[in-house]
């Protein structure tokens, strides 16, 4: 947060909020209600945290109105910052602040993921822990389920606990029809056109895996998360690959309808169980 350099201090007194959330750098943060930022219950134990808590406070809330000098009005000011990321994270997983997160979430606000195979899938913020100055902020991506550093320094240096580890998470149990379908799409690295063996082991080894868990969930009647009929398993696999396949089916024989294993035969998709 330090690096950036309010530009209105001389007319701090109106509106701090929407100046704070239209500065740059702060582009992730939604604006945090008037009756949330006053009722004392949401605030529990921030003023511990937050030097200066009660102008910083009255700032947030514009009812500021300490003479001061310019140092002491920074300090403050900088106070009043730390203070709105706290009660922010607080806020987000509420029901309003989780429809404005929302909002921003579908206008990709927070970023698209840089991962090929994730077809520029929206990111969440996403904190590594709810202390404060422990761990910049970090997006999640819910297709890859995978976080990344954000692309701009001003928003790397964003603290995480402004945003929470729950965030994210919390989000996608309110609406879980925004859960995205999980996906089979593996990278697979090759040289002039030919797998490599050792990356193609290990490929094949998590496939079969993955197709296990599936079949058992499937087994459980649990939603996997996959889309039915998505998994065509390319014909990539070649011979060195029907050892593991044997041995995985003499397992699970009969219910091989996922046709996992990397086999060349691609997926009928049937129910059969
Ligand atoms: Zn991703």
Known sequence: MEDFVSESDSDYT???RDWFISSRGNEYFCEIDEDYLTDRFNLTGLNAEVSYYQYALDLVTDVFDLDCDDEMRETIEKSARHLY????ARYIVTTRGLAKMLEKYKKSDFGKCPRVLCHSHPLLPVGLSDCPNVRPVKLYCARCEDTYNPKSSRHASMDGAYFGTSFAHILFQVYPALVPTKSADRYVPRVYGFKMHAA????????NKRDDMRRRLRKMEIESGFKDGEDEIDDEEDEDEEE?????NEEEAGMADYGGAGTTVQAPGGDEV
């Open 14 to 16: 109106s509106y701090w």
């Open 244 to 248: 593991d396949e044997e041995g995985v």
């Open 200 to 207: 193609a082991a290990l490929v094949r080894w998590q496939g």
């Open 85 to 88: 990321g706290l009660v922010h």
